[in-house]
């Protein structure tokens, strides 16, 4: 750590070199002390930041010499505890001289020395050219026995006056370096001295064990803390964080903290909050936050918190085991709905605005199509993420038992019944989101109890008489059309208003179908399909209706993954697709088997092609990001490599439409094309397109 540079001014040399010796030897791995006598002061002096003055007197004097950008410190002193021991021993009202070099330190230390309660001696001044009228035969000085007239003998040194803890908090405080290690040497200080503020004593005491006690607090968190004022220069480690870095507190106080992270191989912006970052040090994940601190709206340093990303997997593995338990897990965010079309896409952003608020949802669908997913996203995406998801299917369960489990019981409600009661799944659901799948096979009594709790936000549990208030999201869905029941008097009227706040409508399958090749794509890498498709198959996977939705899309896969490998033909999928369909272009596909050979099986590529054309893509956007990638990456980007490549990504392009898209992006200025390998190169004009 580089040391920093104090001045001490002083009226004469001795006591110059008495205080620099003091503060040597407290802060002499911090600071640089450079003493100077009052006399010997140029106009020159070096550049210091602080300097340490011994007399107010000195200070129109030294703020002359030195710089205008330098504070200035004045200095307080008290004596030791093995001085003032014998300054108690003076008998009461005896007469003394007080020995110094000058008036101005021998007036201090009278001043000191009755400050400290020594008001049962007569102390008379003493320097030398002073007069003295009277008859003294004793005498007292801070180390001064030079100066003791030679016709006394009665002389009590109480050794040289030695600096204040108040000083050397305001030393600190004002270079940045009061931590846990100055701390520790001005606390064993204290005990050697007796302090002019006993006050101010007590308080800095608190301070230090207060500190010491969060200190000894973070030592015990398993993470790494760094702490840091606003010059990045570290102010504390706990001994974590000084094991993950190799080093002693006292040799990284003060450091910049970007330099220590960067000796890791770590570069992070510090000037901006950081959540959940992985970094590697010493081949191991941590995950990295940094917290900006501020006092009155500005910004006085920051924190650095360290967590072995192991151990955070380990806890939040047995979280989910605990979780998954109780069933109260919602497991499903909007990035698992796999989806190109844009009907989907929209839903999806009015779901999301949904789940912000607190109003019911209502989720209706075929069977199939997702319901219960956009349920778990609704939830996860909600402000109520962090508390129980519940969910209920009323299809799966009696009246009477449905009843129970909704709202809880209490002892001796029935035959059975838990000793204690229960709590129903209303009130476990508490704070978070309930769940009421095939919510149109609700049954009368039912609804008549579901639509007092949809009312009051409240319930009373079987058996019971107390009114339980629950705060809770309700999410409900159907595959029925609830209109239609209500016209038939089998659902409440006033109950389907209440449900229908906020409706999600999930289109069938078969009303968007430039989702079948991506949903196919996703399962086929998902379930780790063997085989790959060819055209005919394919198109039959497209023509057909889907009566099940995604559900029976996702078992056709799984059919696949155990019955198929190498080229999947029609013959192939499924019996229960329509034969004449099937039959007929299963005729046309043995003429066009070698034509589809260039679709390449997935052992090949780890994961199932599909033709471009069948993907909702946009063309030149996809090929202009592989060449932008490829060159970012250092790989050529000819129209071989972006076959490859393409493949990678799971997406089918011949050599031909490789060129096709490469001459209109040639053509509209977004692409340089040379001749050889180096192949293409984005454009300023291409770099604008890719980042809108």
């Not at 992006?665 to 192949?679: H, Q, T, Y």
Request: glycine share 6%; net charge neutral.
């Amino acid at each position: 750590m580089k040391k920093i540079s104090m001045a001490i001014v002083a009226g004469a040399e001795k006591t110059c070199e008495s205080i620099k010796e003091q503060l040597q030897t407290l802060f002499g791995d911090y600071i640089n002390f450079v003493a100077f006598p009052i006399d010997k002061l140029s106009e020159n002096e070096t550049e210091f930041p602080l300097v340490l003055v011994s007399n107010q007197k000195f200070i129109q004097k030294v703020v002359s010499v030195f710089k205008s950008s330098a504070e200035f410190l004045i200095i307080h002193r008290t004596i030791s505890k093995a001085g003032w021991d014998q300054v108690v021993n003076i008998p009461h009202r005896k007469k003394m001289l007080v020995v110094n070099d000058c008036f101005e330190s021998t007036q201090e230390t009278i001043a000191i020395l009755q400050e400290l309660g020594a008001r049962h001696i007569q102390m008379v001044p003493y320097y030398p050219g002073v007069l003295i009228n009277e008859e003294i035969n004793s005498a007292l000085c801070p180390s001064e026995l030079e100066l003791v007239p030679s016709n006394i003998s009665d002389i009590v040194d109480i050794g040289q006056r030695v600096l204040d803890t108040s000083t050397l908090v305001d030393l600190l405080l004002k270079a940045d370096l009061l931590n846990s290690e100055t701390q520790a040497i001005i606390l064993n200080y204290s005990n050697t001295i007796i302090p002019r503020s006993q006050g101010f004593e007590n308080t800095m005491n608190e301070l230090i064990n207060t500190q010491t006690l969060l200190q000894r607090v973070l030592n015990l968190v398993e993470g790494g803390v760094i702490a840091f004022d606003n010059q990045y220069k570290i102010t504390y480690l706990n001994v974590t964080a000084e094991r993950l870095f190799n080093g002693q507190t006292i040799n990284q106080l003060g450091e910049n903290v970007g330099d220590l992270l960067e000796r890791e191989g770590l570069k992070i912006n510090l000037r901006s909050n950081i959540n959940n970052q992985i970094v590697k040090i010493k081949r191991q994940n941590y995950i990295l936050n940094k917290m900006n601190l501020h006092e009155h709206q500005t910004k006085t340093g920051g924190v650095i918190t360290f967590q072995n990303a192991k151990i955070v997997e380990e806890l939040d593995s047995n979280l989910r085991v605990h979780l998954k338990e109780t069933g109260y897990e919602a497991k499903y965010h909007f990035d698992d709905i796999i989806t190109s079309s844009p009907k989907v896409k929209k839903l999806i952003t009015h779901a999301k605005r949904m789940s912000k608020s607190d109003l019911i949802v209502l989720i209706q669908g075929e069977t199939g199509t997702g319901k219960e997913l956009f349920a778990h996203a609704i939830h996860n995406y909600s402000n109520r993420t962090t508390f129980p998801f519940v969910a209920v299917n009323f299809s799966s369960l009696s009246d009477n038992l449905l009843e129970s489990e909704l709202f809880g019981y209490e002892e001796g409600a029935f035959t059975g019944a838990k000793k204690g009661g229960k709590p129903g799944l209303f009130e476990q659901a508490h704070k978070g989101t309930i769940f009421l799948d095939e919510i149109g096979d609700i049954t009368p009594n039912l609804q008549t109890r579901l639509l007092r709790v949809l009312q009051q936000k409240e319930i009373i549990k079987v058996g019971g008489t107390k009114i339980i208030p629950v705060d809770v999201r309700i999410v409900v869905a159907t595959n029925r059309d609830l209109l239609q029941l209500v016209s038939k008097g089998q659902f409440r009227e006033d109950l389907y208003y209440r449900l229908k706040v906020l409706q999600v409508d999930i289109p069938p399958l078969r009303e968007r179908k430039t989702d079948i090749p991506t949903i196919i794509n996703h399962f086929s890498r998902q379930k780790g399909l063997g085989g790959y498709f060819s055209k005919r198959a394919l198109n039959a996977l497209s023509d057909y209706h889907w009566p099940g939705n995604v559900r029976e899309l996702e078992n056709t896969i799984d059919y696949l993954c155990a019955m198929s490998e190498g080229e999947i033909r029609i013959e192939d999928l499924p019996i229960d697709y329509p034969s004449s369909s099937l039959s007929k272009q299963s005729s046309d596909e043995n003429n066009q088997n070698n034509k589809h050979k260039q679709m390449l099986p997935s052992d090949q590529l780890d994961q199932t092609l599909i033709p471009q054309e069948y993907l909702d893509i946009d063309r030149k956007t996809f090929i202009l990001n592989l060449i932008y990638t490829a060159r970012l990456n250092g790989q050529n980007a000819g129209r071989r490599s972006l076959i490859g490549l393409s493949r990678c990504k799971g997406v089918l392009f011949t050599e031909n439409e490789i060129r096709d898209v490469v001459n209109e992006l040639k053509s509209e200025g977004l692409l340089e094309v040379s001749i050889g390998r180096s192949g293409c190169k984005v454009t300023q004009k291409g770099y604008r397109h890719i980042n809108k």
